[in-house]
């Protein structure tokens, strides 16, 4: 069957989420420690860590539940220093992996549809695609919030991608870097799939699947895709 489609994750496949969300805690704690917080900054990042784990990466509230943890309360003066510094250096950090857009822009001229199923809530994972610029080079994106909460490797976010672009399993390819999320997700229905090595890729689990390709950057897809026909 002919490949008509690939289907992209977002964070750490597109965009190097892990580095931007590193990048921008570290600023918020050193900001937080500059409005009085009494904590040593290795120690208080190890605190926002463990609530992300708890709550999750999109928690929106991180820095509520991190002074609530060190202090017992929410220090208004720190914890706005805290925001501000983090979406400073945020925007600043957003950006696509090397070779994203040229690649983007060779698949699109190869005549491929392009979507993204990702996890972040819509308009988390809108405003990153907005902020490095690459909208218009989806023709779908799929969102937790598109399919109630679902998140990979729930079938819900590949078949919704799939409705919509008029596809079929055997006529998609899947790349991401998560080979117990993405990859095992998309393996179960039947989607060829590429593991995004370069980015912040778990190691396999006992439920994963091997991907049926590798890659260590993103500008290699094409010849797979060559390799394909």
């Known amino acids: 069957m002919t490949i008509k489609a690939v289907l992209f994750d977002l964070d750490n496949t597109l965009v190097d989420f892990l580095r931007m969300k590193k990048t921008s805690t570290d600023a918020a704690v050193s900001a937080m420690i500059d409005a009085g917080l009494p904590m040593k900054k290795e120690k208080a990042l190890k605190i926002l860590w463990d609530l992300y784990d708890d709550y999750g990466i999109e928690y929106g509230n991180i820095l509520q539940e991190f002074l609530i943890k060190a202090l017992g309360r929410i220090d208004w003066k720190m914890l706005s220093n805290g925001i501000i510094a983090y979406r400073r250096v945020k925007v600043s950090f957003l950006q696509p992996y090397p070779h994203v857009i040229t690649t983007l822009i060779r698949l699109k001229k190869m005549g491929y549809e ?21 909208t218009e080079f989806f023709d779908t994106v799929i969102t937790m919030d598109d399919v109630g909460g679902k998140l990979k490797p729930d079938p819900a976010p590949y078949k919704l991608a799939l409705k919509k672009m008029g596809v079929k399993p055997d006529e998609v390819v899947f790349v991401g870097d998560n080979p117990n999320r993405d990859i095992l997700g998309a393996s179960k229905l039947g989607i060829k799939t590429v593991l995004a090595k ?15 390709y590798e890659i260590d ?8 895709l060559e390799k394909m026909k």
Do not use: F
């Open 198 to 212: 370069y980015g912040e890729w778990s190691r396999p689990g006992k439920d994963s699947v091997k991907p049926d």
């Open 217 to 224: 950057d993103i500008k290699q897809l094409p010849k797979i």
């Open 114 to 134: 392009l979507a993204v199923v990702s996890d972040a809530p819509r308009m988390r994972a809108w405003l990153r695609l907005a902020s490095m610029k690459i």
